[in-house]
Every structure is written in C-alpha cells, then in structure tokens.
C-alpha cells in the first residue's frame, strides 16, 4: 500500500507509524517532499492521511482506495466527489472539546480571566471581585447540538447541578428539535453552549440574542460561522449577554485588529478545545485501527459523508 502521510509528524512519530504498519506498506511523509514531488506523491496515493487542500483533490485520483481526515471536522469537503469511503476522527475531541469549553465557563462564573489580568498588574482587588462571582448550581443550560461534543458537555455539567436542555434537528434523545420550541425557551436560559456544526451557517442570529434572557452568557465550542458576530458584538456590547467564552471565531487566526482582543467580557480559548499533548499519537492509534480494518476487509470507523460536513 502506498500511503501519503500529509499530517505533520515527527521523528518518533514517523517510526511508530512504520512499527505498526504491515511491511509492504510504503510511507511517503508530506513533510521531506517538495512541491512538485508532493503533486506525484498525491497522484499515485492508495491511502491518505491529514487534511491536505481542497485543490489537490482536483485530480484524476485513480489509485486512491480511502482517507482518514485527521479532524473532526471537514467543511471544506463539502464539495467534493470522492467514491471512495472516508473517515474522520469521530468523537476522538469530544471530551477534551467539552472540558475546555467547561473550563471557560467556569472561569468566567468565578472571574478567573479577571484575577488573571489582575495579576499581571499586581492588583488586589479579591474583595471587590468576590461580589461578582457565580456558581453552576441551577442554572439554565441550553446545548445547541446533541452529537458527540453536546453529549460530553452535557456528562461533565451533570455533575454541577444544572438543568439542562439539548437540541437537534432529528436526535430523538434531545430535548427540543423545533425552532420555534428553542426559541420559546430562551427567556429562560442562562447559559447557552453552541456545539453546531458548520453547516448551522448563522443559526445564532440577532433574534436569537433577542430572546435570551438579560445577562446571560453565551459560549460556542462549534463552528464560528454558526454565529452572527455582529449580533453577537451587539449583544456583548448593549449588556445583553453577560460574556461569551469562544474556543472558534467565524475568521480564524482572529484578526489583531478584531475588538474581541479586547472585551473584558470575552474568553477566547483559540480554537485550542480538542487539543492535548498526546493529540498526535492518538489520531496515529485510530488511522493504525482504520488500517488494518481496511487491509481485512472489516468496517472502517467513523465513515462520514463529505455532503454533510461538519
């Protein structure tokens, strides 16, 4: 088998993955390839793993047998026509995706974000920040989305005393599946957590601001085009919202020039919610288990449907 490796690897990396592969499986690593090599490299692939760019797959791609994106998500797909099957890292972030945006969340409720800067300026000023502080305990949740990353987000804030509602289109296990029911629940929310995926383009508008009750923070470990964010700058901006914690923005890296740099009332968590030190190894465990599956002529895991994207 001829494999691209265009997912980024190390040494080590690269010398686990050769181990654990069978012998007549022949590596090419993106990596110690130039351009042009890369383009023959690509055209001659059985099997590719990573997310190389939609334009290398503009080619008569004969050999190639399947791909494992090494994301859970893969919107810039959406287009393309491939017969062959493809997977992605299904719920490989979901837990690490949910504790961030937990973590975010807690940190505003206690102000940890601004203990931090007041710690930078040696200030104390405990007391006065103490009056501000809030706890988990029976707050309204609202989980826009039921797939791998809402069920996790929903396990970890069971524990803290909240009532939660989740949401889905056709998930008979969510609580609300029409607009016009999650709509109606809003003025009662005090918590709203965006786990959409790209394909909710906009989904929270201005009139889903509108609705929700004063105060209350909104946070998004999705898809940033999911959100208005000119509603949302709005919302921040008049008192509408309290905060908002963003692990994604609808432009990313985040323009210097964006004012969420500077909104005291914003986290940002940089797109960082399914990271871990171990990240690497771990997509390389799963591409290794989708493998040998592919070799015996097994079920591979986590097949997707480009059209869907997410």
């Known amino acids: 088998m001829r494999i691209l490796v265009y997912t980024a690897l190390n040494e080590q990396q690269q010398h686990q993955l050769k181990e654990e592969l069978s012998t007549d499986s022949e590596l090419i690593f993106k990596s110690q390839l130039t351009d042009e090599q ?19 797959f503009k080619r008569n791609l004969s050999k190639l047998r399947f791909w494992q994106i090494d994301s859970a998500g893969f919107d810039q797909y959406q287009d393309l026509k491939l017969s062959i099957p493809v997977a992605n890292m299904g719920t490989f972030f979901a837990l690490s995706c949910a504790e961030t945006i937990v973590g975010g ?10 203990l931090v800067r007041l710690q930078s300026a040696k200030k104390w000023k405990g007391k006065q920040i103490r009056t501000k502080l809030q706890g988990m305990q029976n707050k309204n949740v609202l989980i826009l989305g039921s797939g ?25 296990a969510a609580d609300l599946h029409r607009q016009e029911d999650i709509l109606a629940v809003l003025p009662e929310i005090d918590l709203v957590i ?30 940033g085009n999911t959100t208005d964010e000119k509603a949302l700058q709005s919302a921040l901006k008049n008192g509408k919202l309290s ?7 609808q432009v990313e890296p985040l323009p210097e020039d964006h004012v969420f740099w500077t909104m005291e009332n914003v986290i940002l968590t940089q797109h960082t919610g399914g990271g871990d030190q171990y990240e690497t190894e771990g997509k390389l465990k799963q591409f290794i288990t989708n493998i040998n599956r592919f070799v015996k002529g097994q079920p591979l895991q986590d097949l997707v449907d480009l059209r869907q994207g997410y």
């Open 105 to 114: 969340i807690l940190c505003f409720y206690r102000q940890i974000h601004q």
């Open 194 to 223: 965006n786990t959409l995926p790209g394909t909710a383009e906009k989904y929270v508008s201005a009139s889903f601001f509108a609705a929700l009750k004063p105060g209350c923070l909104y946070s998004n470990v999705g898809r």
């Open 243 to 249: 905060g908002a914690v963003l692990d994604v923005t």
């Open 148 to 172: 791998a990353i809402g069920i996790a987000v929903k396990s970890l804030l069971s524990g803290f005393g909240c009532q939660i509602r989740t949401t889905a289109r056709k998930n008979p």
């Open 38 to 56: 890369l383009i023959r490299a690509f055209d001659t692939a059985e099997i590719i793993l990573g997310n190389p760019p939609v334009s290398l």
